[in-house]
């Protein structure tokens, strides 16, 4: 465990000398702040609270944003070791390949949770600040709910980032797939499950297992999480009729599922490949 651990050490002491903590911290703060403050404008309009208003918003500006930074941590983890030849090097030392991808994995989710936690607690900061009448405690558990779940979502993206990490054999090429493979899940599944449903009526099979289609997409999966696990946030998104009869289990053993599977992929790619 002791080579895992050093190998997390390394992550986050290379995010830091990259600036990526304070990049990614300083982006999500910013757009979490201007949601917070001018995003939530409509809250006395739906007669919800301004808190339930902004995690709603937060959910979305997270479908979009923490992937992309997700995937920019994760995509050359293991392929731009083997670039700079310091993977060699890296498994001369007594540790297996399991450590390297799972000390690495959690170098990546320190540094994501960290810009995540900062990022979204300006925003509630900020609503604690300027809010006429304290949010509600629900309001405030739904928000912790939040950034677990947008945590969650961040690190499926870095272990789909550590499958392609591992799968190609040029920095730039890992680069390219992790672009392509953020707008099909973040962008095109959604047109295209759209556009199936529209010209289907949502009737038949489609409509039948609309929630199941969502499931097997780690960002729809995020979305049913915020949707219902979060008192009034399906009211104020307009998907009651999805999440109505949904529990906030699945989405969430689907988006753990998400973390598993891509890191026990890359794990069993990475340990047939020549370094």
């Known amino acids: 465990m002791n080579g895992v651990l050093t190998i ?3 992550e ?3 995010g830091l000398r990259n600036r990526w903590v304070a990049a990614a911290t300083l982006i999500l703060a910013a757009l979490a702040l201007a949601l917070a403050l001018v995003g939530s404008a409509p809250f006395g309009a739906v007669e919800t609270g301004r808190l339930t208003v902004t995690i709603v918003s937060l959910s979305s500006l997270s479908i979009y944003l923490l992937p992309l930074i997700a995937l920019l941590l994760g995509f050359d983890a293991i392929v731009g070791e083997r670039e700079r030849g310091t993977l060699l090097l890296m498994l001369a030392y007594p540790v297996s390949r399991w450590q390297v991808v799972l000390g690495k ?12 936690t900062i990022g979204f607690g300006s925003a509630a900061v900020a609503i604690a600040l300027t809010a006429d009448a304290a949010p509600a405690a629900a309001e405030w558990w739904s928000f912790g709910g939040l950034v677990l779940a947008s945590i969650g979502l961040g690190l499926a993206f870095v272990a789909v ?9 040029e ?7 992790a672009v392509v493979v953020w707008l099909f899940l973040v962008v095109l599944y959604d047109m295209g499950l759209l556009g199936a449903l529209v010209a289907t009526g949502g009737q038949g099979f489609l409509g039948d297992t609309l929630t199941v289609w969502l499931l097997a997409n780690p960002a729809d999966a995020y979305r049913l999480v915020t949707l219902t696990g979060f008192e009034g946030a399906g009211t104020i998104a307009g998907l009651d009729a999805v999440v109505a009869d949904l529990s906030v289990a699945w989405p969430a053993l689907a988006l753990a599922a998400w973390i598993a599977a891509p890191l026990a992929v890359a794990w069993t790619i990475f340990s047939r490949k020549e370094p």
Do not use: D, N, P
Request: cysteine-free; aromatic content about 8%.
């Open 8 to 10: 997390a050490g390394r």
């Open 105 to 116: 994995f959690l170098g990546h989710a320190a540094i994501l949770a960290f810009a995540t």
């Open 171 to 177: 920095r730039t090429t890992a680069a390219g797939v």
């Open 12 to 14: 986050i002491r290379e």
């Open 161 to 169: 980032g550590y499958v392609i990490s591992v799968a190609v054999a």
